[in-house]
């Protein structure tokens, strides 16, 4: 592994980062440090880390020295791929009128989910895995991708009616070109939820699979698409050129989101605030699965300080004791 991929791999926030040697797949899980949801700080983190895979194909001139294939999109909490927008978030920007910073945090929401459905425009294939419930941004960000792996438990959904808004990162554009423009409203409209064979059987995602197979359903992708991977690479620029998923029009979706959001009575922003203590009570065990050299460096039982990364950096403590420095600031 060259050093311009270690750089890949550094200590983030919200999102650990392993490499499989075997697939060439680089997986990303997240992990969120008070509710499972898209914070701005992890949704920052994911976009620098989508720019820096790009970066790495364009040092090498697009021949990595270290190859990459895949992209993989996981959550580290039990039972929950995530929850979505930081719906505590929206109530203060809505609350403070604060156009400026609710329209930043939904542009970079578009850039991933984009950057997602067009496989970061490299030659490699984004998927995302679902091992728990989706629900809002986090269905979306999970439609973003170009395969779609869901254990047989998960269920997702689109809350947002419940509040008086619409899902307003991709929710449409992929649903519409999924499922058709009437039956993507219904699902809109309807607030509820849906399992994964229901999703699987409207052609919203890629495969279901029995509890606790979905990693393994995702390795077993990637080495049975390997065997035909350039005429796979080909057929997803077919589906781009045919059905494409165009930067703008998610852009512009998302501004007629920003505009209703701030339209939103107080009696909305109380429903938001009621969904937020809803998934509250949900979430006892954050307990993470260790499935990065990151968490494994972090596990209290086995480490010792002080130590040094793979970057040559010293690290004396234990640096996620540290206060939440997820400080809102308009940019």
Known sequence: MDKAFHHLMRDRGE?????????????SYTIPKVR???????????RQLQLDIVDYFKFYDMKPKTPVKYFVSASQ???IYNYGGDLNLFVELIEQRNRGLLYVYAQTCIDIAFMNAVNLQLPITT?????????????????????IIAEEQCEMGLPEIRFNLFPGMGAYSFLARSVGVRKAEDIIVSGKMYSAEELYNLGVITQVVKKGDGEKAVNSFMKKNNRAFNGMQALQDV????SPIEYNELLDITKIWVDAALRLKSKDLKMMKKLVDAQNKKIINMKYKLRTKQDRR???????????????NIINQ????????RILKDT
């Open 239 to 242: 589906r781009q050129r045919y």
């Open 15 to 27: 999102i650990t980062v392993r490499y499989d040697a075997k697939t060439e797949s680089i997986w």
């Open 36 to 46: 499972p949801c898209y914070s701005l700080e992890l949704v920052r983190e994911y």
């Open 318 to 325: 234990e640096r996620r004791d540290n206060i939440d420095p």
């Open 298 to 312: 972090f596990d209290a039982l086995k480490l010792e300080f002080p130590f040094e990364d793979s970057e040559g």
């Open 127 to 147: 998927i995302s895995l679902l091992e728990g419930d989706a629900l809002g941004g986090g269905f979306e960000a999970a439609m973003s991708h170009h395969i």
């Open 77 to 79: 909490v039990p039972e």
